[in-house]
């Protein structure tokens, strides 16, 4: 049954002129648990005091809204994923839905989503440890975890999925543990917690404005479902299950991060916003402490640490097959689009993504609150990028399409996520449209030099 479904999924990709050269390796289960990972059970945990301070002390709410807006992202990824099962996740997707040179920007804009990721936790982990331990810098924390992680990426995406699937048990146990001691802290009254509404709605404070704004910083807890998507070519079940792995863990992640905030909200009601910086970063460790003393905080940090390191691999190959993807239809040097003979992996994307998140964490590590707004600007160009290539791909639902699917489920989540846009910080949008601006030269210049943007594994 496995060869089967490997090869109907081979053929899906040759029927789009292209040839198999990734490993087919990765079931339902694999996919799942890579987004899973690359989402994070407890990612809400890292940015906790962000988004608290943003919300004025109404988490739950950002979160619950933010499944919303996320769920008919998903659907645009599942609807254009079945139509063009390829790596390179927005970029493949936009480039044939809307035209090669949108494709480019498309891919351009979510580059700065993954290609920042991978720095947002190389220097939040370093943040943290240094918070625990103030006599361990930063610096070489973040030279470790890089050489690390190119080198699990570089061995393989097989070895990638096994060194997962152990850091989400670990995650899992912490995220139980917590609930647990969540519970427990609960009945006990501690630290003067109880069933409140603060954490999930205060009328007299709530605004639109205040929670789309908060939304800008809290959507980085949900990036990772749309990484599923450039794995496409090392599934087995091919676009199937690309599409059924981005439904479950979008949704199974977002459920747990509505609970894991609102019990958070209980133990801090009326405190007062957390001072920017490290404060604010490491604010879930007060909570830590508050439920479970010095163990626990220790523990939260360390499987925290290892959650994002893992969703670190997911980030370092994704970004890769993105590279891959655009190196492969010439939009990129195509030196990029090499795969290694022994491990079948896109080994020069990951490379040069370990250089530049080299240079990127070194610059960003006293900016962590700035480094999340940008990264989450960058996701939030691509996915309106890729809603409206699902319009003009099938045409409102006239091209053998779905009016709800293809229409109006995509224009709703463009306008959600346009409006996320709008309220997000002033720096993160100035930042996100100089990137923009960039990619819009290298097309003038590529133009310019008579060098037409093609679609295509051939020139």
Not at 33 to 50: D, K, N
Not at 91 to 103: I, L, Q, S
Not at 289 to 304: D, H, M, N, T
Not at 420 to 432: D, M, S, T
Request: with cysteine; aromatic share 10%; net charge positive.
């Amino acid at each position: 049954m496995a060869d089967i479904e490997r090869g109907a999924a081979a053929a899906e990709l040759e029927a789009l002129g292209y040839r198999q050269e990734l490993r087919r390796s990765l079931s339902l289960f694999d996919l799942v648990v890579w987004g899973l990972l690359f989402i994070g059970p407890i990612a809400p945990f890292s940015v906790f005091g962000f988004v608290y301070n943003a919300s004025h002390g109404m988490p739950a709410l950002v979160y619950a809204v933010g499944l919303v807006a996320m769920l008919f992202t998903a659907l645009s990824y599942m609807a254009m994923g079945r139509e063009f099962p390829l790596s390179g996740s927005v970029y493949a997707y936009v480039a044939r839905g809307a035209g090669e040179t949108f494709g480019f920007l498309a891919g351009w804009a979510i580059l700065l989503d993954y290609v920042l990721l991978p720095t947002l936790v190389y220097v939040g982990t370093a943040t943290a440890f240094h918070v625990l331990f103030p006599w361990l810098p930063k610096t070489p924390q973040i030279l470790v975890y890089i050489a690390a992680i190119t080198w699990v990426n570089l061995a393989g995406v097989s070895l990638a999925t096994w060194v997962n699937r152990v850091m989400l048990a670990l995650n899992i146990a912490v995220l139980v543990l917590f609930l647990v001691l969540a519970a427990n802290g609960l009945a006990r009254g501690t630290a003067g917690a109880h069933l409140d509404l603060a954490p999930l709605i205060q009328p007299g404070v709530v605004t639109p404005k205040l929670i789309f704004g908060a939304l800008s910083l809290a959507v980085l807890s949900f990036l990772g479902f749309d990484a599923i998507s450039t794995l496409a070519e090392e599934a087995k079940g091919g676009a199937r299950d690309v599409g059924r792995a981005t439904f479950l863990s979008l949704t199974l992640s977002a459920v747990l991060f509505v609970v894991e905030v609102y019990l958070s909200g209980l133990f801090v009601l009326g405190h007062p916003p957390f001072t920017r910086g490290d404060d604010a970063a490491t604010a879930f460790l007060l909570i830590a402490r508050i439920l479970g003393g010095e163990p626990f905080r220790f523990f939260v940090a360390f499987a925290g640490a290892a959650g994002s390191l893992a969703a670190a691999v997911v980030a370092q190959a994704a970004t890769a097959r993105i590279l891959y993807g655009m190196a492969r239809d010439g939009q990129l040097p195509r030196a990029l689009a090499h795969v290694s003979g022994d491990h079948q992996v896109p080994d020069r994307g990951v490379m040069l993504i370990s250089v530049v998140t080299l240079g990127t964490s070194l610059f960003f590590q006293e900016r962590l609150q700035q480094l999340t707004a940008l990264v989450t600007c960058g996701a939030m160009l691509g996915f309106l990028a890729l809603h409206a290539s699902v319009v003009i791909h099938f045409r409102g639902g006239a091209r053998g399409g779905n009016l709800a699917r293809h229409l109006l489920a995509p224009v709703i989540g463009a306008a959600i996520i346009a409006y996320v846009l709008w309220n997000a910080e002033p720096a993160a949008k100035i930042g996100a449209a100089l990137w923009l601006v960039l990619g819009v030269l290298i097309v003038a210049v590529q133009k310019l030099r008579g060098r037409r943007l093609t679609l295509g594994p051939e020139l």
